[in-house]
T-cell receptor, first 113, second 114 residues
Framework: DQQVKQNSPSLSVQEGRISILNCDYT??????FLWYKKYPAEGPTFLIS?????DKNEDGRFTVFLNKSAKHLSLHIVPSQPGDSAVYFC????????????FGTGTRLTIIP | NAGVMQNPRHLVRRRGQEARLRCSPM?????VYWYRQLPEEGLKFMVY????????ESGMPKERFSAEFPKEGPSILRIQQVVRGDSAAYFC????????????FGPGTRLTVT
């Protein structure tokens, strides 16, 4: 039962353009959402998060949008840079006090110079 | 400020042997989570520990796997009598346990069972 889904296994974007990564979830108890970036042979690196009481959060080139009614969130990266090439994981948590994360299967982003 | 430390980074075990994976959380973090990533899959939650307590082990196989986070020292994930299907990357994450949900991950231990 995949509660967090990233339906695009891969995405290629030209350098300087916008990258949009999508994530859907099924569990309505999720109230906090996070994006992680992962390079090969390294651990995931936290990028940005959003609480369910908000619909948008920005941090530099990264913006996360949350649509609770559609159970959908997206990560926008603009402008995309070659160093952004990595696998991006969407994750969700519920239950303050036990923030175990449920991860999607990841989207491999390739930035084309 | 050192990040989450995991060792060893690579571990090779023959079927039937024991594997011990260690995790030292970030300074000031009292919550530790273990996740497993199988090839071409996302990370799957295994266990959540606080000092001397297992809070949630719902993601851990019932047999052969155990975890601890003693009062002193690192958290240990122990796999007894390893099988080929245990080959995976095992990641530890820590958090301060405040209202923020962000977890910070270590570099992982890549376990290969031959």
């Amino acid at each position: 039962d995949q509660q967090v889904k990233q339906n695009s296994p891969s995405l290629s974007v030209q350098e300087g353009r916008i990258s949009i990564l999508n994530c859907d979830y099924t569990n309505s108890m999720f109230d906090y959402f996070l994006w992680y970036k992962k390079y090969p042979a390294e651990g995931p690196t936290f990028l940005i998060s959003i609480s369910s009481i908000k619909d948008k959060n920005e941090d530099g080139r990264f913006t996360v949008f949350l649509n609770k009614s559609a159970k959908h969130l997206s990560l926008h990266i603009v402008p995309s840079q070659p160093g952004d090439s990595a696998v991006y994981f969407c994750a969700a948590s519920a239950d303050f006090g036990n923030e175990k994360l449920t991860f999607g299967t990841g989207t491999r982003l390739t930035i084309i110079p | 400020n050192a990040g989450v430390m995991q060792n060893p980074r690579h571990l090779v075990r023959r079927r039937g042997q024991e594997a011990r994976l260690r995790c030292s959380p970030m300074k000031g973090h009292s919550h530790v989570y273990w996740y497993r990533q199988l090839p071409e899959e996302g990370l799957k939650f295994m266990v959540y520990l606080q000092k001397e307590n297992i809070i949630d082990e719902s993601g851990m196989p019932k047999e052969r796997f155990s975890a601890e986070f003693p009062k002193e020292g690192p958290s240990i994930l122990r796999i007894q009598q390893v099988v080929r299907g245990d080959s995976a990357a095992y990641f530890c994450a820590s958090s301060p346990g405040d209202w923020l949900h962000e977890q910070y991950f270590g570099p992982g231990t890549r376990l290969t069972v031959t």
